[in-house]
């Protein structure tokens, strides 16, 4: 276990990112999909939000962490859409997109179920956002060699770039990045040296096991006992997150830092949480069929 380590950790606050409106018109990411389906546009917008754009009359929610609503509050075409895949690119100034399914789960990651890191099985009738509570065993920073410390369970939240590790873990990253605190649009963020993101290190979340259990057996956030995954019997996946998807060019050229100490989680202090920018470069699959994510391996 990483022992916690007394350092300083600067203050990290939310900016805005300025992008080029000519550059949002820029094709979205191709990719092949079923004919069954339905594809809209991503666009990042002023404040760091990815909003969903489409030339089609269909009313669609308006923003990208609106496709993680819980079934209740699901409205787009839910008694046809199993599925939704997401890509955003890893450079910001493209546009990305979501893809909405018709064809069950089984018959569209038949032949691909490998390239995906999967969660267990998701509550989906709790009132709960998709991905509200991920369970994993533990959480390291690798670069040469590796840290690591233990962690029950993660969010996705895609309304925010944000990714939130363990004070820990921060401390040992902002060592690592030499971050620079300057203020932008009069709030204080963390810059970092662009030419130096190939000796940063890789963040990795060790996911627990795909058959771990059914959603009612980790919905308890509240639960103090101990998660029952026997790491010898069964291999658990990793999802890892480069330099290249937690630090963000602007426009300017300054390379922002995207992640955060879980300590000043804005909602739940101590959260650990996966922002968008933890699933650039990959697809993002939300299986509402079954109720689970699948994260594939980043470009």
């Not at 690119?89 to 390239?115: I, K």
């Not at 790491?231 to 995207?258: A, F, N, R």
């Not at 996966?274 to 699933?279: E, M």
Request: proline share 6%; aromatic share 8%.
């Amino acid at each position: 276990m990483l022992r916690t380590m007394h350092f300083t950790s600067l203050p990290l606050l939310a900016a805005a990112a300025y992008l080029d409106p000519s550059l949002q018109q820029q094709k979205p990411l191709l990719d092949s999909k079923p004919a069954s389906s339905d594809v809209v546009t991503l666009i990042l917008d002023q404040n760091l939000h990815y909003i969903i754009t489409t030339s089609s009359d269909y009313v669609w929610p308006t923003r990208l962490d609106h496709l993680q609503a819980p079934v209740a509050a699901f409205s787009i075409k839910e008694s046809i859409h199993h599925a939704i895949t997401i890509n955003i690119p890893s450079d910001s100034s493209l546009t990305g997109t979501a893809t909405f399914f018709t064809t069950p789960q089984p018959e569209l990651w038949s032949q691909s179920t490998d390239q995906f890191t999967w969660t267990p099985h998701l509550l989906l009738n709790s009132g709960k956002m998709l991905g509200a509570h991920i369970p994993i065993l533990d959480i390291g920073i690798r670069k040469d060699g590796m840290l690591t410390m233990p962690a029950k369970f993660a969010t996705l939240d895609l309304s925010t770039p944000y990714i939130y590790v363990p004070k820990g873990i921060w401390d040992v990253l902002l060592l690592a990045t030499t971050t620079e605190q300057q203020a932008r649009d009069g709030e204080e963020v963390l810059y970092v040296d662009c030419g130096a993101l190939s000796v940063f290190p890789d963040l990795v979340f060790g996911m627990a096991p795909s058959e771990c259990g059914s959603g009612e057996e980790i919905a308890d956030d509240d639960d103090d006992g101990e998660d029952d995954y026997d790491e010898e019997e069964e291999d658990y996946g990793e999802l890892v997150i480069t330099p290249e998807q937690y630090v963000l060019q602007t426009s300017e050229g300054k390379c922002m830092l995207l992640t955060r100490n879980a300590d000043s989680h804005p909602s739940v202090l101590g959260t650990v949480s996966l922002g968008w920018a933890a699933v650039r470069g990959r697809e993002v699959i939300l299986d509402r069929h079954v109720g689970r994510i699948g994260f594939g391996s980043s470009v």
